[in-house]
């Protein structure tokens, strides 16, 4: 089955920074690649999301670029603020699938003033 | 418009017996799917139902089952629980037109003692 993994676990930026988080994945087949932050005690939301047929979405300060021959793809968050501190999650889903998300293992990010 | 609803959102039970969590979708979304979150695993996916029918399961043993009504309300249920089976388990709605975006509900945290 599909397998997602993500890198890094953790990563620390200071604000203003750049971040990004890379996440590959085993089925070629995967065609659709959601983006979820959250918080502490709180539920994971959405934040952006990328179909195969696009190579790059972007969203104010965020971005995600998607890489299909070499089956991986990444969150960019700029200028960075301390409320982007969560863990972030990419996740990966096949139409045939649909509605089973293969989650990562999640990247810890710690924005520092 | 209310989002994903679960109850309860604490569960205290003791090894061998069995537990119900139940998840309400957002009106109108007919697909629900259901993930386990541990510290140590991340988000694992567990089943998803649509239109009363279970569409997709994950890699769980048997005695974790779920089931959807007509109304889309769905339920989880383990039984004989064990010490690992503690996490918190998240429900997701959608609303079934092709890869969209899923809804998390706020979890239920399960403690197994």
């Known amino acids: 089955g599909e397998n997602v993994e993500q890198h890094p676990s953790t990563l620390s930026v200071q604000e203003g920074d750049s971040a990004v988080i890379k996440c590959t994945y085993s089925?070629?087949?995967?065609?659709?690649f959601p983006w979820y932050k959250q918080e502490l005690g709180k539920r994971p939301q959405l934040i952006i999301d990328?179909?195969?047929?696009?190579g790059e979405k972007k969203d104010q300060r965020i971005a995600v670029t998607l890489n299909k021959t070499a089956k991986h793809f990444s969150l960019h968050i700029t200028e960075t603020q301390p409320e982007d501190s969560a863990v972030y999650f990419c996740?990966?889903?096949?139409?045939?699938?649909?509605?089973?998300?293969?989650f990562g293992a999640g990247t810890q990010v710690v924005v520092t003033p | 418009k209310a989002g994903v609803t679960q109850t309860p959102r604490y569960l205290i039970k003791t090894r061998g017996q069995q537990v119900t969590l139940s998840c309400s979708p957002i009106s109108g979304h007919r697909s629900v799917s259901w993930y386990q979150q541990t510290p140590g695993q991340g988000l694992q996916f567990l089943f998803e139902y649509f239109s009363e029918t279970q569409r997709n399961k994950g890699n769980f043993p048997g005695r974790f089952s779920g089931r959807q009504f007509s109304n889309s309300r769905s339920e989880m249920n383990v039984s004989t629980l064990e010490l690992g089976d503690s996490a918190l388990y998240l429900c997701a709605s959608s609303s079934a037109q092709g890869n969209t975006e899923a809804f998390f509900g706020q979890g239920t945290r399960l403690t197994v003692v």
């Open positions: 990328i179909r195969s047929n696009v």
């Open positions: 089925d070629s087949a995967s065609n659709y």
């Open positions: 996740a990966a889903s096949i139409t045939d699938s649909w509605g089973k998300l293969q």
